[in-house]
T-cell receptor, first 115, second 109 residues
Framework: DADVTQTPRNRITKTGKRIMLECSQT?????MYWYRQDPGLGLRLIYY???????NKGEISDGYSVSRQAQAKFSLSLESAIPNQTALYFC??????????????FGDGTRLSIL | GQNIDQPTEMTATEGAIVQINCTYQ??????LFWYQQHAGEAPTFLSY??LDGLEEKGRFSSFLSRSKGYSYLLLKELQMKDSASYLC??????????WGAGTKLIIKP
């Protein structure tokens, strides 16, 4: 089983719909992130959370919201989807408990298409 | 502003060596990461450099020069499975990763 699981893997929906993307992890990491990836662009940070009570906006948070329901779960919502939110979305985790910089570990991604 | 530059695409031959460069300008520096991403898949961690010099890990090596804002990823004995995008990312003063757009590496037989 994957350590970082994203659901759904693919989603096609219509403009104006509310969508939730879910991420769960079994790595025991405290930090979780949501990114989007578009062709020709680097990964862009949407939101991040350093623990259950900590939520922070990233570079491109407009039009998105998140919920950290537990240490292992971090959900991303699009309240009213628009076509330019069509992208590949990744959830990632990292561990701050060692006190040293650690790499981020990624889920398999959700391919979202908004018509 | 913060900026990470890497070539868009490179082509190399199976069995050869290729060097993928990355230059950066960021607000602060807490290390540089290289990730590999096969098409449609998740990025996977390859290497981390925070001090100047070369880090070797099997067929892959990564070099950092902080004074020049420069890094490279060196891949030796190229295999067809190395065909992928290679992402350079810098951790800035806020411990956030700033990502380059990635270099698509095409390996030819």
């Amino acid at each position: 089983d994957a350590d970082v699981t994203q659901t759904p893997r693919n989603r096609i929906t219509k403009t104006g719909k509310r969508i939730m993307l879910e991420c769960s992890q079994t790595k025991g990491h405290d930090r979780m992130y949501w990114y989007r990836q578009d062709p020709g662009l680097g990964l862009r940070l949407i939101y991040y959370s350093f623990d259950v009570k900590d939520i922070n906006k990233g570079e491109i948070s407009d039009g998105y919201s998140v919920s950290r329901q537990a240490q292992a779960k971090f959900s991303l919502s699009l309240e009213s989807a628009i076509p330019n939110q069509t992208a590949l979305y990744f959830c990632a985790t990292s561990d701050s408990r060692t006190g040293e910089v650690q790499p981020q570990h990624f889920g398999d991604g959700t391919r979202l298409s908004i018509l | 502003g913060q900026n990470i530059d890497q070539p868009t695409e490179m082509t190399a031959t199976e069995g050869a060596i290729v060097q993928i460069n990355c230059t950066y300008q960021t607000s602060g520096f807490n290390g540089l990461f290289w990730y590999q991403q096969h098409a449609g898949e998740a990025p996977t961690f390859l290497s981390y450099n925070v001090l100047d010099g070369l880090e070797e890990k099997g067929r892959f090596s990564s070099f950092l020069s902080r004074s020049k804002g420069y890094s490279y990823l060196l891949l030796k004995e190229l295999q067809m499975k190395d065909s992928a995008s290679y992402l350079c990312a810098v951790m800035d003063s806020n411990y956030q990763l700033i990502w380059g757009a990635g270099t698509k590496l095409i390996i030819k037989p």
